[in-house]
C-alpha cells in the first residue's frame, strides 16, 4: 500500500504527518518504508533514530523494480509542494492548516486517483459542507489535529512528538495519534479482514503498470 502526504501548499504539516505515521505504522507491526519527494529531504532527519528505510524516488523506475520484492507493506511518501509522486499512491493524506491550504486541497484532490483524506491541522475545522459537491464521494476527513505547541517544539528538535515523554501526553500529540489511526483503520490497512487489506507495494506495482506513470500526467 502506497500512502502519500501532499499539499501544493507548503507549511501544512506534510512532513509532521508523514514521519509520525512511519512510526504509527511500526508500532502497529507493519513493514514500513519512507521516501521523500523533497530536496529539503526533512523526512530523513524526522526518522534517523527510527530505522525507517528511506528509498529513493528513482528506486521506483520499472527498470529498478524488476523483480525487486523487498518493499515494505507500506511505503509513506512525503511531497513537498510543487513535486511530484514517482507512483500512484493508494491513498492521499491532504493537510489542510489554514485558508488557503484549503483551497490548494480542493484543487488537488480533483486532480489526484485513489481515496484521498482531508487532515485539518493547527485547528482548522473541517466538515462535510467544505467538500465541494462534485467531490463529496472522492474525500473523507480525518479527526481534527488542534493548534499544538508540542508539535511544533518536537519538530524544532527533530524529534517525533510521542518520542518526548514532556510532549507525548498533550493534546496536540493525542489528536495526532487518533487522526493517524482513524485514517489507516478507514484505508483498511489495520482491519482484521484480509479482503479489506490493500497488497504490498511491490506486489501492487508491478500488478499495474498504470501506477509507475509520474502522478504529473493527471495534475
Ligand atoms: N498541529 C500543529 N500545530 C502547530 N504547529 C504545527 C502543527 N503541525 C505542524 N506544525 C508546525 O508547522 C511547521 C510546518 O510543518 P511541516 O510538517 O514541516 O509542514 P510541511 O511539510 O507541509 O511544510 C513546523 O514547524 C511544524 O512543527
Ligand atoms: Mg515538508
Not at 43 to 62: A, N, T, Y
Not at 188 to 216: E, H, N
Request: glycine share 6%.
Amino acid at each position: 500500500m502506497i500512502i502519500a502526504v501532499h499539499n501544493t501548499r507548503g507549511g501544512v504539516g506534510t512532513t509532521t504527518i508523514a514521519a509520525h505515521l512511519c512510526k504509527l505504522i511500526q508500532e502497529l507491526n507493519i513493514t514500513v518504508d519512507a521516501m521523500s519527494v523533497d530536496p529539503t529531504q526533512e523526512l530523513q532527519r524526522w526518522l534517523k533514530p527510527h530505522g525507517v528505510r528511506l528509498i529513493e524516488p528513482d528506486r521506483l523506475s520499472p527498470q529498478a523494480r524488476q523483480g525487486d520484492q523487498s518493499f515494505a507493506e507500506v511505503l509513506v511518501i512525503d511531497i513537498h509542494t510543487s513535486q511530484v509522486s514517482p507512483v500512484l499512491p493508494d491513498l492521499w493524506i491532504v493537510p489542510i492548516s489554514d485558508r488557503l491550504a484549503y483551497e490548494h486541497a480542493v484543487q488537488l484532490s480533483d486532480a489526484l486517483s485513489g481515496d484521498v483524506v482531508w487532515l485539518p491541522m493547527k485547528g482548522r475545522a473541517l466538515d462535510q459542507a467544505d467538500i465541494p459537491a462534485y467531490l463529496k464521494n472522492a474525500i473523507t476527513i480525518a479527526p481534527q489535529v488542534p493548534f499544538s505547541r508540542a508539535l511544533r517544539a518536537a519538530s524544532e528538535s527533530s524529534r517525533l512528538v510521542w518520542d518526548d515523554p514532556d510532549l507525548a501526553g498533550t493534546a496536540g500529540a493525542l489528536a495526532l495519534r487518533r487522526s493517524l489511526r482513524q485514517v489507516l483503520d478507514t484505508a483498511g490497512l489495520t482491519s482484521a479482514d484480509p479482503a479489506l487489506q490493500l497488497a504490498p507495494v511491490a506486489a501492487g506495482v508491478l500488478r499495474d503498470p498504470q501506477r509507475l506513470q509520474p502522478a504529473q500526467a493527471q495534475l
